[in-house]
């Protein structure tokens, strides 16, 4: 059974750091694309980055490039997000999916979040 746990969401201050982790079982990095995406109240979900490890490909968002980082770390089936530079509006409800394959286009599994709220 393939499960992904979020870890790692927490309130932070304008400007700050946090990084989140995706930590999955039942399935390798070297099968899935791992997205991580977020919810703010009243938008629509949205896509903030995505890696491949089998493709060594990543993605992120305008929004967040520069300053969110994607990283993998295959011994421990995990998926890491840096966030730096945090501002308000990155606050949401940040959940990590996995896609079968090399993108992040079709999602087949999601975990249950983690909330980040930055405060100004």
């Known amino acids: 059974e393939v499960q992904l746990v979020e870890f790692g969401g927490g309130l932070v201050q304008a400007g700050g750091s946090l990084r989140l982790s995706c930590a999955g079982s039942?399935?390798?990095?070297?099968?899935?694309?791992i997205g991580w995406f977020r919810q703010a109240p009243g938008k629509e979900r949205e896509e903030v980055s995505c890696?491949?490890?089998?493709?060594?490909?990543?993605f992120h968002a305008a929004s967040v490039k520069g300053r969110f980082t994607i990283s993998s770390d295959k011994a421990k089936n995990t998926v890491y997000l840096q966030m730096n530079s945090l501002k308000p509006e990155d606050t949401a409800v940040y959940y990590c999916?996995?896609?079968?394959?090399?993108?992040?286009?079709?999602?087949?599994?999601w975990g249950k979040g983690t909330l980040v709220t930055v405060s100004s």
């Open positions: 039942g399935f390798t990095l070297d099968d899935y694309a």
């Open positions: 890696v491949s490890t089998s493709a060594g490909s990543s």
């Open positions: 999916a996995a896609a079968q394959g090399r993108r992040c286009d079709v999602m087949d599994y």
